[in-house]
Structure formats: structure tokens, C-alpha cells
């Protein structure tokens, strides 16, 4: 029974391994300050306005420059401000005799602009921090300002929408190059001027982006620790080796023996599961873990002379003291919770929580754990 008990945990801890390379893992920014970023871009924008079209929109292109700071919270989501702006010009004859057009130049503006980002690339392929090229979709609404209506000395502040396209070079975890194409719909900033009450912009730019710090992502949830697991799954197999030699001169010594029979048994210690990993601020029971417990509640209704202590960690690195205190008494808790309904006596079982724990194992997403001891 002890040798079907050691090969079936090696049938576990395998299919665990496999299972966790199969999944797409998931990444976050573990801290507000990181994946904070600043960008900068110049380029042409052109004014669509049905004046202009009666002129030739080629005469209605006009420099652009924005400048922005935002933030990604994990590789496929993030945010941005962006303020953008320079003139625009329209050609018109509204309001004069026919065939003669007034051309209105240097119409000065500006444009404060909110951006939700969404990483096509990392959404469909999974993040790689090695790619070299990106694609994103932006959108958000903007305030436009300048001097509009009636007699043009008045600052207005216009609603506005945009959406784009932004290509981004991986240069390196700080740099990024970025090539944005955005169409733009707001009230006509020309006021009088135009015949029309809404204008249309359509701008490309190129410029650079600088991450500070970094571009820096974990990834959610207890990582498994493949050296560790191959580790006990060589242990259980030089276990289960040493077992079948000894039960092999067993056999030949009872076949040496005539007169008298005797029964030689070893006993065989196989290590159990010990540890229940969490996923960030969370005492929910994974399914991993749920295994580990059934397979952990067999040795200790078989050893009921024992008692096992139930320590939960939290992650020091993230939360307050008072909140990983909190949370780690949860997880001891849940975990106890699970051994008694596995049919183990409470009086097996001793409650702690120990709070926060900085780098318990090396790492500090392995401090998010139940420790049977």
C-alpha cells in the first residue's frame, strides 16, 4: 500500500507540472510605481472640414506635437493623459463672394486628451517581454481649447473623441519607439469661420517612450518550483528502489530458510505533501491544493498519535501588516477547515497564522502558504 501511495504521488506532482506549462500565464504590476511611463511624439495632422474638401485637404496639413505620462497595469491594459496640439488652417469662402477664399492660418488650439490603451499583441500571443514590435488600440474623450466663437477672443474648451492605432519597437525594458495614427471628432475650433459645426483631424506621429524603472510584471498566482518537484519525485523513486531491494532479500531469505518462516516487513516513511501555495490576497483553496490536502489528511489519520501544527504566511512584500496578519489566519483557517472535513481529528491540529513573512523560501510569492508541520 506505502509503494502505491509513493508512485501515486509521483503520478500527481507530474501531471501538476504539465498542467502549469500548458497555461498561459497571467502578469500584473505588483507595485503603483511601476510601469509608470512619459512619451513624446512630433507629426502632421490634417483638418477634414467640407471647407478644406472643397479646397484640397492637402493645403489643410499642419505640424503636431503631444506629450504624454500614463501608466500599464499588466501587459495587455493601461492609461494614459495626453496633452496635443500646435494650429490648424482652413480654407473657406463662407460669408464672402464666391470664388474668393479666406485663408485662416496659425488658428492656435490645444487638446488634453484621456487614453485607454489595449495591447492587441500581448492580449492574442501572451506577453513576451523579448518581442520586438506591438500593436495597440487606443480611445477616450478629450477637451479641446481655443479662441472660437463670435469674435474669436474667447477661450473655449470643446468635447471631444478620439481613436487609434499605436506600433511600438521594442528597443529595450526602458525605450520604446511608437508610431500613432489617430482619427479625432470635435466641434469646429473656427467658429464663425466655417460653414460646418464639426471638424474632423486625422494625425500620424513618431516619437519614443521612456518606462521608468523598467517595464516590470509578475505573474499571478504561486509559480511551481520544477527543480523542487523534481526533486521529491527523485526521492520517492530511490524510496520505492531501496523498498523493492529490501523486499527482494526478504523473499530470497525465505527461500533459504526451511525450518523456520519469518516474516520481515520495513517499514517505508513517504513524505506527503506539506505546503498549500495561495494566489495573491486570496485563502481560496486551489484545486492543486485540494489534492495536496487529501493526500496530506491519509498520513495524518494514519499517524493519530501525532499533532501537526497549520502555519499561514502571508507576503510582506505586498499589503499591510495588519492585512497579511488578517490573511494568514484565513489560510490556516481554511486549510484546517479542509483536513477536518478529510476526516481528521481537530485535536490532530494546531491554528497559527504568522503574518507577513519576507523571503521565508527566497521568493516572495512563495510566503503566500499553509505549512503542515
Known amino acids: 500500500m506505502k509503494y502505491k501511495f509513493s508512485i501515486l504521488s509521483i503520478m500527481l506532482a507530474g501531471f501538476a507540472l504539465t498542467a502549469t506549462a500548458q497555461t498561459k500565464e497571467k502578469y500584473y504590476s505588483e507595485k503603483f510605481k511601476d510601469n509608470i511611463f512619459i512619451s513624446a511624439g512630433v507629426g502632421g495632422q490634417v483638418c477634414v472640414n467640407p471647407d478644406n474638401s472643397d479646397y484640397g485637404l492637402g493645403h489643410a496639413i499642419t505640424p503636431l506635437i503631444h506629450i504624454s505620462v500614463g501608466k500599464l497595469f499588466n501587459p495587455v491594459w493601461g492609461v494614459r493623459g495626453q496633452v496635443a496640439g500646435m494650429w490648424s488652417t482652413l480654407y473657406s469662402n463662407y460669408g464672402m463672394p464666391a470664388n474668393q477664399y479666406n485663408e485662416v492660418k496659425n488658428k492656435n488650439y490645444f487638446t ?22 506591438t500593436l495597440s488600440v487606443f480611445a477616450g474623450p478629450g477637451l479641446t481649447f481655443a479662441k472660437t466663437y463670435g469674435d474669436q477672443s474667447k477661450l473655449n474648451a470643446l468635447i471631444n473623441g478620439s481613436v487609434g492605432l499605436m506600433g511600438q519597437f521594442n528597443v529595450n525594458r526602458y525605450l520604446d519607439i511608437n508610431i500613432e495614427a489617430r482619427g479625432e471628432v470635435s466641434p469646429s475650433i473656427f467658429g464663425n469661420y466655417s460653414s460646418a459645426h464639426t471638424d474632423g483631424a486625422i494625425s500620424l506621429t513618431a516619437g519614443v517612450a521612456y518606462t521608468f524603472g523598467g517595464k516590470k510584471f509578475v505573474t499571478c498566482g504561486p509559480k511551481v518550483d520544477e527543480d523542487a518537484i523534481n526533486a521529491e519525485i527523485n526521492k520517492y523513486r530511490s524510496e520505492l528502489a531501496q523498498a523493492q531491494a529490501d523486499l527482494a532479500n526478504c523473499k530470497n531469505a525465505l527461500a533459504n530458510v526451511k525450518p523456520e518462516v519469518k516474516e520481515v516487513t520495513k517499514e517505508v516513511e513517504v513524505a506527503g505533501p506539506r505546503a498549500i501555495f495561495f494566489k495573491l490576497g486570496s485563502a481560496k483553496i486551489d484545486d492543486y491544493g485540494k489534492v495536496n490536502i487529501e493526500l496530506a489528511a491519509k498520513i495524518l489519520k494514519a499517524n493519530s498519535d501525532k499533532k501537526y501544527k497549520v502555519a499561514g504566511y502571508a507576503d510582506k512584500a505586498t ?26 481529528d481537530k485535536d490532530q491540529l494546531e491554528l497559527v497564522g504568522f503574518g507577513g513573512t519576507a523571503n521565508m523560501f527566497g521568493k516572495n510569492f512563495l510566503n503566500r502558504v499553509v505549512i503542515l508541520e
Open 112 to 133: 488634453l486628451r484621456a487614453d485607454g490603451l489595449f495591447n492587441l499583441s500581448n492580449a492574442i500571443g501572451g506577453y513576451n517581454p523579448s518581442r520586438v514590435f
Open 319 to 344: 499589503g499591510s501588516a495588519s492585512w497579511n496578519q488578517k490573511l494568514s489566519e484565513k489560510r490556516a483557517q481554511a486549510v484546517y477547515d479542509a483536513l477536518i472535513a478529510q476526516g481528521v
